[in-house]
């Protein structure tokens, strides 16, 4: 929805190393990336971001054992060329970039991108401490990246409840994410489940998995997280 009408949109091409679409109504072209508008009658919008999960079928399945399946019987193709953090950018992508990823990481490296206020921060999954979720603070937010369940960092929330005191988070013995200050078990979404804070919601702060040079590519600015050994 943008000023109140929902758009459709096509695929229009690559620009600076990801695909972008174009909305039918007006002909603006967008990032598929992050939701803004970068050309076109509407530039300079921004469509709400929504958390999004990219997760693996085992560990969907056991949050959510009723889910169902599209079906893949529908007369197309379904081609797979490359698997998401492959050391591989085909030549319309390379070409298309504005900037050449910084060196900081590989240019596939996965993060977890987040943005708060003016800050933006990638999250390398690779950063992800043995004992405990990343945390950090982005644009003044307290933040963690919490995980499914096999350990996969999936999206950022805010680490701040509404009576103002700000969690801690670390992984027990079984791999489950649990706050120090009370011990509750939190889910992937930032709910918690169990304890205490059972039924609490964290804020989801803008943030999905991608690779380092898309993120870079939109986002020249960002720093990147090294996990300390508290958080910040």
């Known amino acids: ?131 405990a979720p990343m945390q950090d603070t982005v644009g003044g937010l307290p933040v963690v990246i919490l995980e499914d369940g096999n350990g996969q960092p999936v999206l950022a929330y805010h680490r701040a409840l509404t009576d103002g005191r700000v969690l801690t988070f670390a992984r027990d013995a079984e791999g489950v994410i649990t706050d120090e200050e009370t011990g509750s078990r939190w889910s992937a979404t930032g709910l918690a489940v169990a304890g205490e804070l059972a039924g609490v919601q964290l804020t989801f702060v803008t943030s999905f998995l991608t690779e380092y040079y898309g993120w870079l590519a939109f986002n020249p600015e960002t720093s990147i997280h090294e996990s300390p050994d508290t958080p910040r």
């Open 1 to 131: 929805m943008v000023q109140g009408d929902a758009l459709r949109f096509r695929v229009a091409g690559i620009y600076n190393g990801v695909f972008t679409m174009w909305d039918e109504s007006t002909g603006t072209a967008w990032s598929h990336l992050d939701g803004r508008a970068i050309a076109g009658p509407l530039a300079g919008s921004q469509l709400t971001v929504r958390p999004l999960q990219t997760t693996t079928w085992s560990a969907w399945v056991e949050a959510h054992p009723a889910t169902t399946v599209p079906s893949t019987e529908t007369g197309a193709s379904y081609v797979r060329n490359n698997t998401l953090g492959d050391e591989f950018l085909s030549e319309p992508f390379l070409a298309s970039l504005v900037d050449i990823p910084d060196g900081r990481l590989s240019a596939s490296a996965l993060v977890i991108g987040v943005r708060a206020g003016d800050e933006a921060r990638a999250f390398p999954l690779e950063a992800r401490p043995d004992d």
